[in-house]
């Protein structure tokens, strides 16, 4: 069993960085491959970025690559997403999430409560 708890979203303009948390409980947080994925309004979730449990595997989805940084802190049992040269494209429900390697939401047993991710033009 894992807890996860997203922090760091907010409003920024077009252009701006955030940097979100997530931050988890559990004794195998190390043991999970995780994964950040986003839902705008109207939207299915998609699949942003992903990172093995060691951190050494990461992939991006095209619409990120080059302006979003996955990283975590297994020590500190936290992961990070390093969101740079946002787009209003970009706003929507920010979700982490630990299970296995993937790019599919099925593939993720633990999910966060979500944070909200504005990107105004």
């Known amino acids: 069993q894992v807890q996860l708890v997203e922090s760091g979203g907010g409003w920024v303009q077009a252009g701006g960085s955030l940097r979100l948390s997530c931050a988890a409980s559990?004794?195998?947080?190390?043991?999970?491959?995780m994964g950040w994925f986003r839902q705008a309004p109207g939207k299915e979730r998609e699949f942003v970025v992903r990172?093995?449990?060691?951190?050494?595997?990461?992939d991006y989805a095209d619409s990120v690559k080059g302006r979003f940084t996955i990283s975590r802190n297994n020590a500190k049992n936290t992961m990070y997403l390093q969101m740079d040269s946002l787009k209003p494209e970009d706003t929507a429900v920010y979700y982490c999430?630990?299970?296995?390697?993937?790019?599919?939401?099925?593939?993720?047993?633990?999910w966060g409560q979500g944070t909200q991710v504005t990107v105004s033009s």
């Open positions: 999430a630990a299970g296995l390697y993937s790019r599919v939401v099925a593939r993720y047993n633990y």
């Open positions: 990172i093995s449990s060691s951190g050494a595997n990461t």
């Open positions: 559990g004794r195998t947080f190390s043991s999970y491959a």
